[in-house]
């Protein structure tokens, strides 16, 4: 059995997390040992996103300070894998000779045995082939000692082509596992301490399309529901145009399933939005809102927002300002456009300077944090229910947890409390947290 120390990086999303943890217990499995420091580890690993393109700066920045270890210690093995692997194949080599191995999104599966071959063979290996079955969906990876919550993969791939997107590109067309494959790795992740599970799929709302016989999701949810010791329920990502009504009942029907959903809208204009091939108008949009706070008065709403999409105006990002006082978001990632190779916005003419994408990022950002607080604040003196996840952050002798709308939640309280669910009363709002009152 192989032997040796792992390091893997992560770059970008929860599905990124997940997919890391997926490869940390392969290599455990046969054998190595994962370290916290890149120095003196036997393989590095960097999972990559390509999403957006300051993340794809940032990997490149990651390898130049491995390349010095590589130096030091020519057997090291260094890999990149993810969505920028996907992408760059084989081009990752001439921007970085000392890689010894390019991994894609399809390909987790055989990551120990491609680094075999590269201990054997000495030489550089990439493997982006795509498959009509993603093997890897079924990896299972032991929560980490302490997790009182965990990610769980229920699909991958997308097949709604946005027109900015690279995710059909990178990650496939979309395929749903077996439901009865998802119901077995809850119960048993449940039984090593997980309490809450968030359910992983570029959008969930379709799940089980590309299943004959199977169940759609608002029934998968039924079903993790009635699990014993699962407390709570998560899932991203949702698409609007395939939110139904179905669905929006879960939040009031299911009693695990938590008041929070992330419901991408990326902006308040019709014209953008039909250039970004969204399938949905702000007002069908604003529909959905109203649907989800009628069934769940308080839940917590987050979204995804992109300013300085091509041909966008001054008008158009003011609409984007007008849906946000009108939704009230709890929070949203924002982003100034940028271009993903073989995207179609990439060849739209259109493109919005530089300096107007930043000036217009900070005033969204700048509104969204006035309606976070307000948000937060509209919290004070009600008491929550906590599931308490760990020390806090920014005070050791406090403990940290979260409330059903995915608010964190910092009080006073022992370790003893970690993975139980607490009634706490909200004492003060800020911009990102609450401080509260165990009770």
């Known amino acids: 059995m192989p032997t040796g120390t792992f390091y893997i990086h992560t770059f970008g999303c929860q599905m990124n997390v997940h997919d890391s943890d997926q490869m940390a217990q392969l290599l455990s499995e046969s054998g190595y040992v994962k370290t916290g420091e890149a120095e003196g580890a036997d393989i590095i690993i960097i999972n990559t996103c390509s999403v957006r393109e300051k993340a794809a700066q940032k990997v490149y920045s ?20 993810g969505c920028l692997a996907q992408e760059q194949g084989t081009r990752f080599f001439r921007k970085a000779p000392y890689l ?25 290996i990439a493997d982006t082939s795509f498959h009509p079955l993603v093997r890897s969906l079924g990896i299972r990876a032991l929560p980490s000692p302490g997790s009182v919550s965990a990610f769980v993969t229920i699909m991958q791939g997308c097949n709604n082509f946005c027109s900015y997107c690279i995710v059909p590109y990178v990650r496939g067309r979309e395929e749903s596992r077996q439901s009865v494959d998802i119901i077995d790795e809850i119960r048993f992740i449940a039984e090593n301490g997980i ?10 709302n379709s799940y089980g399309a590309t299943l004959t016989g199977d169940i759609d999701f608002p029934a998968l949810l039924g079903l993790i529901n009635e699990i014993d010791k699962v407390d709570r329920i998560r899932f991203t990502t949702s698409h609007p145009k395939d939110l139904l009504g179905d669905l929006a009942a879960c939040f009031a029907d299911l009693d695990k399933v938590c008041e929070h959903i992330h419901l991408p809208v990326q902006s308040g204009s019709d014209y953008v939005l039909k250039k970004m091939k969204r399938g949905y108008t ?27 999409f091509p041909g966008e105006k001054e008008s158009d990002f003011q609409k984007t300002l007008d849906l946000m006082e009108k939704v009230r978001f709890d929070n949203t990632f924002s982003f100034r456009y940028c271009d993903r190779h073989g995207t179609a916005s990439e060849g739209y003419e259109g493109k919005v300077e530089e300096t107007v994408k930043q000036e217009r990022l900070s005033r969204l950002q700048s509104l969204q944090e006035r309606h976070s607080l307000e948000r937060n604040r509209y919290l004070e003196g009600r008491v929550e229910e906590v599931l308490v996840e760990g020390a806090s952050k920014g005070n050791s002798a406090d403990i940290m947890g979260r409330t059903r709308g995915n608010k964190i939640v910092n009080f006073a309280g022992g370790t003893d409390l970690i993975g139980k669910t607490v009634r706490v009363k909200i004492v003060r709002a800020h911009m990102h947290s609450l401080r509260g009152e165990l009770l």
């Open 62 to 81: 990651q390898l130049g300070r491995f390349k010095e270890l590589k130096q030091k210690n020519p057997g090291l093995i260094i890999g990149v894998a």
């Open 100 to 124: 010894d191995l390019v991994i894609g999104t399809h390909n987790i599966h055989r990551l120990v045995k491609i680094i075999e071959e590269i201990k054997d063979r000495r030489s550089q």
């Open 195 to 204: 309490r809450e599970v968030t359910l992983l799929g570029q959008n969930v």
């Open 282 to 308: 702000v007002g069908e949009y604003l529909k959905k809102v109203d649907m989800l706070r009628e069934v769940s008065p308080d839940i917590s709403i987050t979204s995804d927002m992109i300013v300085g």
